[in-house]
């Protein structure tokens, strides 16, 4: 257990629907990362929160946005869902001056 | 866009064997650590290595670097059923403070009793 929470387990969509995923904070762990990973594949980078901004981005489009608040804790929000973006969703935290990222149980979103 | 790439893509042992699993990337690398996931659940950090280390020991984990062929090994020794998973590598960065990991595809770990 990393002590780390997603929210909900499990959504079922339909494209073009928006969603809103979350993440809950540990203390001291005020970086938050943001990771897709399709059926079979390694997760995939989406961006990554620090202190409520964003300082990094993968290769993903605006379409897929977050928010960090000031309890560290994270959403992701998909806009105009598509098929493609069935996937698990895992956020990672860590600390300062620390490379271990902690991952939780992610979010199965379906998109039919 | 995957860093790098795991070999074998899966692997079968007997329960007590050793288990090797190897992993390439792409660019240079401030780090790489391994994980490991259960049947599509969230990953677990295993270990950590620093691109100016060579050898890393954690229980019956043990992690090889090879910064000149760009290349690791993970080896869990006296394997265990439990031990079935996909394990990937990841790599992070050497500079920039998204120091955001780059994952391979993983490999599929299978321990029969």
């Known amino acids: 257990e990393t002590g780390v929470t997603q929210s909900p387990t499990h959504l079922i969509k339909t494209r073009g629907q928006q969603v809103t995923l979350r993440c809950s904070s540990q203390?001291?762990?005020?970086?938050v990362s943001w990771y897709q990973q399709a059926l079979g594949q390694g997760p995939q980078f989406i961006f990554q929160?620090?202190?409520?901004?964003?300082?990094g981005r993968g290769n993903f489009p605006p379409r897929f946005s977050g928010l960090q608040f000031p309890n560290y804790s994270s959403e992701l929000n998909v806009n105009a869902l598509e098929l493609d973006d069935s996937a698990l969703y895992l956020c990672?935290?860590?600390?300062?001056?620390?490379?271990?990222?902690?991952f939780g149980p992610g979010t199965r979103l379906t998109v039919l | 866009s995957q860093q790098g790439e795991e070999d074998p893509q899966a692997l079968s042992i007997q329960e007590g064997e050793n288990a090797t699993m190897n992993c390439s990337y792409k660019?240079?690398?401030?780090?790489l650590q391994w994980y490991r996931q259960n049947s599509g659940r969230g990953l677990v950090h295993l270990i950590l290595?620093?691109?100016?280390?060579r050898e890393k020991h954690s229980g019956r984990l043990r992690v090889t670097l090879d910064t000149s062929k760009k290349s690791s090994s993970l080896l869990i020794t006296a394997s265990r059923a439990a031990d079935t998973a996909s394990y990937f590598c990841?790599?992070?960065?050497?500079?920039?403070?998204?120091?955001?990991?780059?994952f391979g595809s993983g490999t599929q770990l299978t321990v029969l009793p």
């Open positions: 990672a935290q860590r600390g300062d001056g620390t490379d271990t990222q902690y």
């Open positions: 203390s001291g762990h005020n970086t």
């Open positions: 929160y620090y202190r409520e901004e964003e300082n």
């Open positions: 660019t240079s690398i401030n780090n």
């Open positions: 290595i620093r691109s100016n280390e």
């Open positions: 990841a790599t992070a960065p050497p500079s920039g403070s998204a120091r955001q990991l780059t």
